[in-house]
């Protein structure tokens, strides 16, 4: 049987650079990018007080990721591009993830569990267990006891906004906008939407009008409160100034009123309607 057991390959030059092969380069990732996440959150705490959201029922001694640990590790992979909890079975492997969680020991080598050893990471099963925890789980529940706290996590968006403005902003403009998302299996809350013909999730987004991105809510499993949550927090930050709000013609419930909020919603085309604005684009011309 032959053995190859060469220490480098050799190709073609390109020029005058050689080109070669070799496998002495140990833990090598390919996500680099992450050490800048790394440096943001450093910064911002939002991991940290994202993990504050938690209330962790396990026993301490008996465990061997903290929340904080956790949550980062789904945080920075879902920022890397890795979705899927399974993809998490070969990134507990990865050291630099493991740098950037906070591990103490990024190899793993030192873990309590032999089957463990060389994995620094929550396993996907792990990961599991804190993002499906039920609300009334305690101390006594048999595996999942990581529970979450949804409106302090809407709370938390809205003070990570309002951090990034060294003064209360005067005017702050909320643009909600629905969108369709296609599923092709039967995943649990979708629905068929006659509007785009195909069954889908339709997440809600809140889009800010100035230097910060837009803010993801799953409007179809229950958090249809959490427009109100950002006009309540914005009035709060905005001081004297005033919060805005535009939504389309199927936003839906209208939440209008304190706080110096505004809105402005859209309707659907009718032939009355479009004939009323024609008229009135003439008349103002």
Request: net charge negative; proline share 5%; charged share 25%.
């Amino acid at each position: 049987m032959t053995e190859c057991n060469a220490e480098q390959l050799e190709f073609h030059a390109l020029g005058r650079r050689a080109v070669v092969g070799k496998f002495d380069g140990g833990n090598i990732s390919s996500d680099g990018g992450g050490l800048l996440l790394g440096e943001v959150e450093a910064r911002t705490r939002i991991v940290e007080r994202l993990a504050e959201q938690f209330v962790d029922h396990r026993d301490p001694e008996a465990i061997e990721h903290s929340v904080r640990e956790l949550v980062a590790q789904r945080v920075y992979g879902l920022a890397l591009g890795y979705e899927d909890l399974n993809d998490h079975n070969r990134l507990r492997l990865d050291t630099l993830l493991a740098v950037l969680v906070g591990k103490e020991d990024p190899t793993g080598q030192d873990r309590f569990c032999p089957r463990d050893q060389g994995k620094p990471l929550a396993s996907s099963s792990t990961l599991n267990r804190l993002e499906l925890t039920p609300p009334n789980a305690d101390a006594k529940a048999r595996y999942k006891k990581i529970v979450a706290n949804p409106a302090g996590m809407d709370r938390l968006l809205v003070d990570c906004f309002l951090d990034a403005y060294e003064q209360p902003p005067e005017e702050i403009w909320l643009d909600l906008d629905a969108t369709d998302d296609p599923i092709h299996g039967h995943q649990e809350g979708r629905f068929f939407h006659g509007y785009y013909g195909h069954y889908c999730y339709l997440p809600l987004y809140i889009f800010v009008s100035f230097r910060q991105g837009c803010v993801n809510f799953e409007q179809q499993s229950g958090n249809v409160g959490a427009p109100r949550t950002w006009r309540a927090g914005c009035c709060a930050g905005a001081g004297a100034g005033s919060v805005l709000e535009r939504r389309p013609a199927g936003g839906g419930r209208a939440w209008l009123g304190a706080g110096g909020s505004d809105a402005a919603g859209g309707r659907g085309r009718n032939q009355s309607g479009a004939g009323s604005v024609a008229s009135a684009a003439r008349r103002a011309v």
